[in-house]
């Protein structure tokens, strides 16, 4: 009796568990999973198993990366794909096209119940933030990197690929927009960022919290982004070929104007500044940022702070027709002025954007 009772208890258990996806599926109920693979430190290989630094990004294959996980395959049929093999620091507006182009005609196939992406750190968040507003499918997509290269020992790899399968192959994940999972967090793409240059603990979303964790290997949320992503958005590149030319211009004390000059001259369609502070401008930086506007070219204050929100501030900011970058950072500020200028220069139209994405 108290055997049976020790038996039934554990298939409760287990049923628990298995409905969370902790435990391995039976193998027809599995999902598939495809991890398209773009380089990093996650691929990445040094000369030795104690080197963390000095190492060549994406030098392993997506192959390698799956057999070096044999665990994956109890949680879902996972299959691999190269898309490129560079480090992240290099990526690129064509690759980024490529990849959102990939992953929709992915996710339009009933065979394909969810996407992992695994990439350098360096511009984890930007790839996730551009997914977020372009994937057209309620579908997971994952993104995974790692600290520490494959190569070195306790690599960080292994477990955050095994983790990200798992919150991809999760029903939780259906309709959360595109996510980051790395050390034991699941993370939004739109307030994730890398906080830490060389910790495994490097990506928080600061002040907003990030959604979830992965306990033990099942992935728990605890909250969702309210800003619209993935199928709510009006973006959609699958017909694009390349995306409108934007450049961020960081301020500092005795600004002169002279890269706001040089933008204009080189013929961007938008400028983010990170200003300093709530996104305040150096005053000869405003003079040429002006004249930017003036001219059609689209101002977006952000800010180099790295928490809060920049929100109307000078008066003169708002007669010259700078828009506000609310809390997104200034990398993920010149991702949807560039989508934004895929649909529209209207200055009030695209300051509507960026209440809502
Ligand atoms: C990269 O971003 O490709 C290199 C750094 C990393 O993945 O941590």
């Known amino acids: 009796m108290r055997k049976w009772l020790i038996s039934s208890c554990m298939v409760a258990v287990l049923m628990v568990f298995g409905m969370q996806g902790a435990l391995a599926a039976p193998a027809g109920d599995k999902p598939n999973i495809r991890i398209i693979a773009t ?14 630094t000095g190492y060549k990004a994406g030098a392993l294959g997506i192959d390698t990366l799956i057999n070096a996980v044999p665990e994956l395959k109890n949680y879902a049929n996972v299959s691999g794909e190269q898309l490129c093999s560079i480090d992240s620091k290099d990526m ?20 394909v119940d969810g996407i992992v992406i ?4 360096d511009t984890l968040e930007e790839t996730a933030y551009f997914l977020n507003l372009t994937v057209k499918s309620d579908k997971p997509v994952v993104l995974v990197g790692a600290m520490r290269p494959a190569t070195a020992i306790s690599a960080d790899g292994p477990m955050n690929l095994l983790n990200a399968v798992r919150v991809a192959s999760s029903k939780a994940a259906v309709g959360k927009g595109v996510l980051v999972a790395m050390n034991d967090e699941i993370n939004g793409a739109r307030d994730v960022t890398k906080t830490n240059t060389t910790t495994v603990s490097t990506f928080k979303a600061p002040e907003l919290g990030f959604l979830g964790y992965i306990n033990d290997g099942v992935p728990e949320f605890y909250r969702e982004s309210t800003r619209k992503h993935t199928r709510q958005t009006e973006f959609n590149v699958n017909h694009m070929d390349a995306l409108p030319y934007v450049k961020i211009i960081y301020g500092h004390a005795d600004d002169d104007g002279l890269f706001v000059e040089a933008a204009i001259k080189a013929g961007v369609k938008g400028i983010v500044y990170a200003g300093t502070g709530n996104g305040s401008i150096h005053k000869n930086a405003e003079a040429a940022l002006a004249k930017a506007a003036a001219q059609g070219i689209v101002v977006v204050r952000s ?10 501030a000078e008066q003169s900011y708002i007669d010259e027709h700078f828009l506000d970058g609310d809390s997104l950072n200034p990398q993920k500020a010149r991702i949807l002025l560039q989508l934004a200028l895929t649909k529209t220069n209207d200055f009030a139209e695209i300051q509507q954007m960026f209440k809502i994405y």
Not at 39 to 52: F, K, N
């Open 303 to 312: 800010s180099r702070v790295g928490n809060g929100t920049v929100i109307p």
């Open 118 to 121: 695994t990439h350098g750190t």
């Open 92 to 111: 690129t507006n064509a690759i980024w096209l490529q990849l959102a182009k990939r992953i929709n005609a992915l996710l339009s196939q009933d065979d």
């Open 39 to 52: 380089g990093g430190t996650i691929a990445g290989s040094a000369a030795s198993d104690t080197a963390t």
